[in-house]
T-cell receptor, first 113, second 110 residues
Framework: RKEVEQDPGPFNVPEGATVAFNCTYS??????FFWYRQDCRKEPKLLMS???SGNEDGRFTAQLNRASQYISLLIRDSKLSDSATYLC??????????????FGTGTSLTVIP | NAGVTQTPKFRILKIGQSMTLQCTQD?????MYWYRQDPGMGLKLIYY???????DKGEVPNGYNVSRSTTEDFPLRLELAAPSQTSVYFC?????????FGPGTRLTVL
């Protein structure tokens, strides 16, 4: 079973739409959670951390449900510049291996004019 | 801060050649990682390091070697390049939470 699973999409939405991405993780001991954005042929860049209480950064809202081992990202009022692949990332610290990050395969978003 | 830097940006190798991909970070992070990303696929961990002098294998270490003599540098060595190693290679560093990535090295083996 994969550590992190995401719906690969693609999601094609019109400008101004609201879109939601979901992600599940398999290890209940996972400690930290993130959404990264990756543009075509570029490196992943940290979009936001995800907290159990939910957190918002402008048009972006992230939510974590530890009981269901589920992470979500909501993008409101989509812009053309939001077109990218969104990666769900889970962090797990183990004494023998240190800090390990597990990446989903990404969800592709295209915002259409 | 420059963050995580990688050189070269692009490289074409012939089968059997060797090369070193350079990675440097100036954030004084203990952890460093090497990933490869094949077209349309997710990131796969090659090697990682929890601090200077300590390295360990990731998911796909075969055909690669690493060293970590300083906190800042984490070079990745390919000894006998094979077409299966054609990929984009990303280096990343972290302190405890969140990773920061370099811009990548795009490698083609012909």
């Amino acid at each position: 079973r994969k550590e992190v699973e995401q719906d690969p999409g693609p999601f094609n939405v019109p400008e101004g739409a609201t879109v939601a991405f979901n992600c599940t993780y398999s290890n209940s001991a996972s400690q930290s959670f993130f959404w990264y954005r990756q543009d075509c042929r570029k490196e992943p860049k940290l979009l936001m951390s995800v907290y159990s209480s939910g957190n918002e950064d402008g048009r972006f809202t992230a939510q974590l449900n530890r009981a269901s081992q589920y992470i979500s990202l909501l993008i409101r009022d989509s812009k053309l510049s939001d077109s990218a692949t969104y990666l769900c990332v889970v962090n797990l610290y183990r004494p023998n291996t240190g800090n390990q990050f597990y990446f989903g395969t990404g969800t592709s978003l295209t915002v259409i004019p | 801060n420059a963050g995580v830097t990688q050189t070269p940006k692009f490289r074409i190798l012939k089968i059997g050649q060797s090369m070193t991909l350079q990675c440097t970070q100036d954030m004084n992070h203990n952890y460093m990682y090497w990933y490869r990303q094949d077209p349309g696929m997710g990131l796969k961990l090659i090697y990682y390091s929890v601090g200077a002098g300590i390295t360990d294998k990731g998911e796909v270490p075969n055909g690669y070697n690493v060293s970590r003599s300083t906190t800042e540098d984490f070079p990745l060595r390919l000894e006998l390049a094979a077409p299966s190693q054609t990929s984009v290679y990303f280096c990343a560093s972290s302190y405890r939470v969140a990773q920061f990535f370099g811009p990548g090295t795009r490698l083609t083996v012909l």
